[in-house]
Structure formats: structure tokens, C-alpha cells
């Protein structure tokens, strides 16, 4: 895997604005060379952010919407339509203002879904949608996505998979139930590391000084099972988009040149 890129914006607001100008350019770019594309997207407050930027540039409709695969990272195992689901955020902050296909959105289940209460029962039915969107070629848990987007916490979590966490020993699922998780609502879908790893390209958006800390230990290093968005890498392209603040615990030689 090549030396990860690193990007700094003076703010959490110019970094949304860019990345989602980023997103635009290379989706077109992406669709442009065969036809369609596939994105899975994040949470969080920088992740809907983005998706806010994106939904409110007259550059959005460069995107051929209707030929865009979307998919998430993780999800809160609530009920549909449950403000915190990171589907409902999305839906509000971008999905429901573009000519989405609705059958390429592609949510993870709900906790009043047909698997009931049982979080594993809706983490392998995702699982076997991923295996029937394989590509040609395709040999990994999951699509060979062409960006997945994620965020990171303060102690270095991605998706739902935390430091520790049987999550993060996972090898072969593409796909798991997450009880017990430290951060509210405790129980969570999540993609694992392998099933990120077979992205194209994965881009980690992180906003703010709390996080400082854990993005210098990633891009200098850190054992996944201690800090898991070191394991959050891209077949060909790892990009780090950060904010000033994010970026402050950073040595010279890991900084943009």
C-alpha cells in the first residue's frame, strides 16, 4: 500500500465544501470511464456535512445520480426513519434533493426491519447483498467500492469497528452485529476492515482538535486492534481530508508538501 495522502483545510467548513467538490470531480470522472460508480458513505457531523456541500452545489448536477451505487459504512440499529440511523441523516442532507435510484440506495437493516431485534440476522442479510454486487474480478468479502468514506472518533474507531472490539479481530466477514458498542446506541451494523479494504479509494474525513491525536497515531503507524482507522486503507488510494485542528499533532514529514 502507497504512503497515504494527506490534505489540510483551514476549517471543518471549507474541508466539507472541498471534499464534497472532490467527490463531484472524481464520481463524474468515475462514470465518465465506465458508466456508473459506487459510494459508500459515512456519518457523523462532518460526514452529513459533506452531504449538505454536496446537495447544495449547482456542481451536483454534473452527477449522473440515477447511476451511482450508495451504500453505508455503519449504521445505528434503530428503527427506519430513527433520526440518529445515519440513513435518515443522509436522506435529509442529500438523498432526497438528487435523482437517486432508489433501487441503488442501499441502506443497512433496521431494528423493526423483517430480522426483528437481531442484529446479526440484518448484518449477514447485508453481507449477502454485497456478494451479489461483486464485480467481475471481485475477490475480496465485498464490492470493490470505488470511495468509501468514513469518519474517525477520538479513540480511533471507523464504521462501528472500536479499538479492542471483536469487530476488529474480524478477518473474513464482510459484515457484523455490534453489541456493547462504547458510543451510543449500543448496538450497531458495521462494515469490517477487510470489506473496507477492498474500496478503490477510501477517503476519511475528520473535522477538530479531540481527534488530533488519534489521526497522527494512524498515519504514523498504529496496529489496527489498538487504533482501527490505521486499517481503514484503500487498494490504490488512501486519502486523509482534515481540518487545521485535526492535523495539529502531525510531524513535518506527514504533512502536505
Known sequence: MSRPDVVVHPTAE?????AAARLITQIVNIQAASGSASLVLTGGSIGTAVLRELAGT??????DWPRLDLYWGDERFLPAGHPER????????????????PARVHPM???????GGDPDAAAQAYEDLLLTHRRQGDRGPAPSFDICCLGIGEEGHVGSVFPGSPAVYE?????????????PPPTRITLTLPAIRCATEVWLF??????????????????????PAAGATGSRRTLWLLDRAAAAKLPADLLPR
Open 109 to 115: 437493516g433496521a431494528s423493526d426491519g423483517p430480522w
Open 171 to 183: 478477518t473474513e466477514r464482510a459484515v457484523i452485529g455490534v453489541r456493547g458498542s462504547p458510543k
Open 14 to 18: 471549507v474541508l466539507a465544501a472541498a
Open 86 to 101: 445515519n440513513e435518515t441523516q443522509a436522506r435529509e442532507a442529500l438523498l432526497n434533493h438528487v435523482g437517486v435510484d
Open 206 to 227: 475528520v473535522s477538530g482538535s479531540a481527534k488530533a491525536a488519534a489521526v497522527a497515531m494512524a498515519l504514523r503507524g498504529a496496529g489496527e486492534v489498538q487504533l
Open 58 to 63: 449547482r456542481a451536483a448536477a454534473a452527477v
